[in-house]
């Protein structure tokens, strides 16, 4: 049964190597090779079974994930995996985990010595984004040499810690440092919170899960915990102090370690989400593109068979730009790759020069493209029609355990709002001929980039790079323009900046997108072998240029950048390259190499024979073990025997 | 402590009279003491406690479920509820049951007069809008006068039909019906599936529930099912024969009952579904608005307390569209309400000439203001931060909770092309003389929409509800014949269609919004009593319409409706706006009447008392049971004690 192929016709459509297009998605041919091996190792393991974990209550998902994740440490000892093998692992095995943090880069050396489990408690009931308003204190106390942790308030308290609540022995605690009287803001500190030999907490801690999360698998795999210090003393060496110090005698001491090192971390940290965000993205576009295949509503002629809903346009036009999407996220991830190694070797030079663009662009790519992400699964649901509510689509599951990204390790409308003052300030430095770099070089060429008409005359003309290039690069500009004059009327300039947020939001995300596509286009400018490849991945290039300039549409014509008769040949020009997207689509998400057990999907299986598995899978809820359901001689019974007692009903 | 009111200053600031705010929201004093007395009845009744649910198993949800169906009825019949009554009572349990479809309208009398349980089994595993593509058979056997219901093949089972899986012990069943070797299309039977006696699946009958769906409770209290029959037999006269009809020796009858009449029917049923989408977007804007009075984030000057989000303009600009919106649904489902009247008191009369267009109507809201709904529950998840995504925020089971709504009872992008097939139909006519009606009437002015210009010189002339009116109207008419032109260049109109499809659907929303924003305008030429009520109800009206108006810029430039410069005004006006709703916000919220229970949101509660209550509600998870979790010993544990056999990792 399982030989068959639904998916045999569409497979033999593609115009392309899908071996070659499969290690351009992966980024190399190594990558590829230990991807496809680890997710084989996963896909194969009976301990890793995931496809009931929509129907195990909340403490049975959570042993589950200890015992996954124990699984998981042997395997990676035993098979002696590298780091990297160890971290591709990991992911296939999609449960969120302790580990997932415990592991962490920075972690991971004091965790392997101490024979901890460690997690980082920053953030606390009442105060999420703003580091500076934490409100725990680590008060020294010069007589014993020691710090006494401690939660003042009700909304001191340590919320959201992954692995905090039920598992991590040791936490990094941020508090406000307190010496004498005097408070030096948030510092890190390292808190023993559990015994070592019982697992109990020790005293004046209070620790717990903080409860169930959105979806029924999902996160709830994690326990995301609250903390409480009640004057809990810890020795003064368990400050981080790599940044700033205690002496002995209660002194405060801040290092001469250029504070901008944190940032290295933060652009790190969000590489790794815009490269997991391709992921997810694909994995989504997987699922919808092959069940569109299957699927059929309508358009049956003479009897025949209905019309496979991949045929339809207005399914082309939600799907296609969001498999386009993920090519675009997967190469600006990559290239991030070598962002952070650029910016990583000029710290150590003690060149700050890049950082803040680095920084800036980050932060935006890390907003747009997990926010984009988010939409993408929940759209990618829709196109699946009603089986797309089920959770064996993997879709909903995928949704809630992926959505959290838009708000961890920076909120994305306040990550955006950081673009937008940056690129405020480099309008704002134009002038002064110190010349934008990086991703705001296009700046530089500000006055050609205000008068540009944009020369597209016919349909095709929208496929030259070139030409939408130009066009994405003036809208963005005009519109950081016109944000700058627009703040400039306001006598405080902070005042400005609050009221005209909105606009700001959207010159950040105009800029975000066009850092995106220009990635993609130099993508296109390498190398690429493998018949059809690169032709293919033009196409998709092109595709998500021209959603983006339909969807915001009114960014380039009220800016000029663009006529109205140009934004309708580009929309003629999109529905041109769905066509030529259609024949290749089911091989272009079989390049993502996704195995079955890792989609988790009944409706995105390989061989498409999804009616068969769904009517299986059905069988396996709880509810059907039993055909009379439980509670049906109490409550079903009694309605079924009375007799009306009143006719006013 | 439950005495405080953390939000007692912001309803001070309130510039209107909530108490007649809550009649206009219910749409009559009648209407606002049932769903107040109803709403108080289910709240102060501890079988109805669902704070809960989202931690119990499948099982256990369902039996909760059953329990309080049977309570409800109970309740019903005790208390001689009328109708209406029983219909509020039901809705406020809030948590989907079996009796939602048992009690629905048309099954009612007969589920009564026969003391059964039903439901209706239409969608098949295979086939879900297009009806005429069901695949499960009838045939007529004249030797015994009985109809033989077969499902041929794995995608004729029945699959969805809620209350079918667990609990039904009657469907009416769509099949095909065949008489000899005639096929004469889709017809309803009545099917006996379980025994009166146990329960139990009568002979032939597979029945079964479908699994898991979206999120944790949600919709899995409720048992959608699958079906199948194998040569089934069932009497003649359980055909239902009220359009066509089947005579003792097998001749097919078409009864002279017009077909149309299955239009009303529509026209009802979506009615209630745009009065629900209205409900259930207050509820989510009703929890972000609180919680964002409520959160603290950045903006602390000299050590004082942080700034309130809700004054951010990023907020204000994310999340006040939406509460327009949810009062603009109000009142559209209100003049739908009327529309149905009308449709009936006509249907009566045979007068069929304004069915169509009120199903287009009909069909056109229900699928915009369902879709705006499901996307608005989540961006007001995303408004509250991380704390949205805990489970007892409310917001996640209520988005997963609502979403099925896009899907059933017609697809929404189904629906919105049945609409813009009726704007295609329309324009074509125009110049045959035969007036537009109803919702496009306005399409009879051709000419005068195709020359005008927008006479906005400064941004308070956007608060002019002509000046928006006619900007929509020639909008929408714009984008419909420029539909119209780009398809008469096509020589098979159905191929055309097809292909412009994208393009359609676009023109069919903008007639939609134009549809809500008159009928809001229309509300608005009413007597509205109450101080400052009426003026309250203006200002979100013209932000409903500046918001969109921003929103799809595009549409509105590129069809020389407005200018660039005038967009930008709309822009300017539409943040004053912002700042007039600010301190009425809260008491805007409240005018929706919701008790705490029905909101079923920490976030949300109606004191603000929001960090206490979450911490209370964290130590209720069954994670917290017990210090040490369940697998400690067996997988966390033995990690700790090992020391590392490798140093490769």
Chains 1, 2 share one sequence.
Not at 213 to 238: E, T
């Amino acid at each position: 049964m399982e030989a068959l192929d639904y998916h045999a016709e569409e497979r033999r459509k593609a115009e392309f190597d899908l071996e070659e297009m499969k290690i351009v998605w992966a980024g190399s041919r190594q990558n590829y090779e230990i991807s496809d091996r680890m997710a084989r190792l996963v896909a194969s393991d009976p301990v890793f079974r995931k496809d009931n974990r929509t129907m195990l209550s909340r403490k049975d998902l959570f042993k589950d994930t200890l015992r996954k994740a124990a699984h998981a440490w042997k395997r990676i000892i035993e098979l002696r995996l590298s780091e990297e093998e160890a971290h591709m692992l990991r992911s296939y095995v999609d449960q969120p985990a302790f580990t997932d943090l415990h592991w962490h880069e920075k972690w991971l050396p004091m965790a392997y010595k101490m024979q901890i489990i460690g997690c980082y408690a920053q953030t606390e009931l009442g105060h999420g984004s703003n580091v500076q308003g934490l409100e725990t204190t680590a008060t020294f106390d010069p007589q014993t040499d020691e710090f006494v942790i401690h939660s003042p308030t009700l909304t001191s308290s340590k919320w959201w810690p992954g692995g905090l609540g039920k598992v991590s022995t040791h936490a990094v605690v941020y508090a406000r440092l307190i010496t004498g009287a005097q408070d030096h803001g948030v510092h890190g500190f390292i808190v023993q919170l559990r015994s070592l030999d019982d697992h109990s907490p020790l005293p004046g801690i209070t620790v717990g899960d903080i409860g169930m999360k959105f979806g029924s698998g999902a996160y709830n795999s994690m326990d995301n915990g609250l903390l409480r210090f009640d004057h809990v003393r810890i020795p003064r060496n368990q400050m981080l102090m790599r940044v700033s110090q205690v002496t002995r005698e209660g002194k405060f001491v801040q290092s001469d370690v250029p504070r901008q090192l944190v940032y290295g971390t933060m652009v790190y940290v969000r590489q790794t989400i815009v490269s997991d965000a391709s992921c997810a993205l694909a994995r989504a576009v997987c699922i919808a593109t092959r069940y569109s295949a299957v699927r059929r509503q309508f358009g049956s002629q003479n009897g025949g068979p209905e019309t496979q809903v991949i045929d339809y346009k207005t399914q082309q036009s939600r799907l296609f730009p969001l498999l386009a999407s993920a090519y675009a996220f997967r190469f600006v991830g990559e290239w991030l790759k070598w962002l952070y190694a650029d910016v990583t070797q000029r710290l150590q030079a003690n060149d700050f020069s890049t950082l803040p663009e680095a920084h800036a662009c980050t932060a935006g790519l890390k907003s747009m493209t997990t926010s984009v992400t988010a939409d993408a699964i929940e759209e990618c649901r829709k196109l699946c029609g009603g089986h797309g509510y089920l959770s064996n689509s993997g879709l909903p599951e995928l949704f809630a355990v992926y959505i959290p990204t838009c708000t961890y390790e920076g909120d994305n409308v306040v990550l955006l709002l950081q673009v937008a003052r940056f690129l405020m300030k480099t309008v704002s430095q134009l002038g002064s001929g110190k010349k934008p770099v990086g991703t705001t070089a296009y700046m530089g060429r500000a006055e050609h980039l205000m008068q540009c008409r944009c020369e597209v005359e016919r349909a095709e003309d929208w496929l030259k790079p070139s030409v939408i290039l130009e066009a994405f690069e003036a809208r963005a500009f005009r519109m950081s323009i016109a944000c700058a004059k627009n703040l400039s009327k306001f006598s405080n300039p902070e005042g400005g900046f609050s009221e005209l947020s909105p606009d700001l939001l959207e010159a950040a995300i105009a800029h975000c997108q066009l850092i995106v596509f220009s990635k993609y286009i130099e993508k296109l400018q390498q190398d690429i072998p493998g018949k059809g490849v690169k032709r293919q991945l033009e196409i998709l290039c092109n595709v998500y240029a021209l959603h983006l300039l339909h969807k915001h549409l009114g960014d380039f014509v009220t800016t000029s950048c663009i006529t109205p008769k140009q934004g309708a040949l580009a929309n003629e020009q999109l529905r041109l390259l769905y066509s030529q997207v259609r024949p290749n689509a089911i091989t272009l998400v079989d390049a993502f190499n996704y195995t079955d057990h890792y989609l988790g999907s009944v409706l995105g299986c390989y061989n498409g024979n999804v009616y068969q598995r769904l009517y299986e899978e059905a069988w396996k809820d709880p509810l059907n073990d039993t055909v009379v359901p439980d509670g049906y001689l109490e409550y079903v019974r009694p309605i079924l025997k009375q007799h009306i007692r009143t006719a006013r009903l």
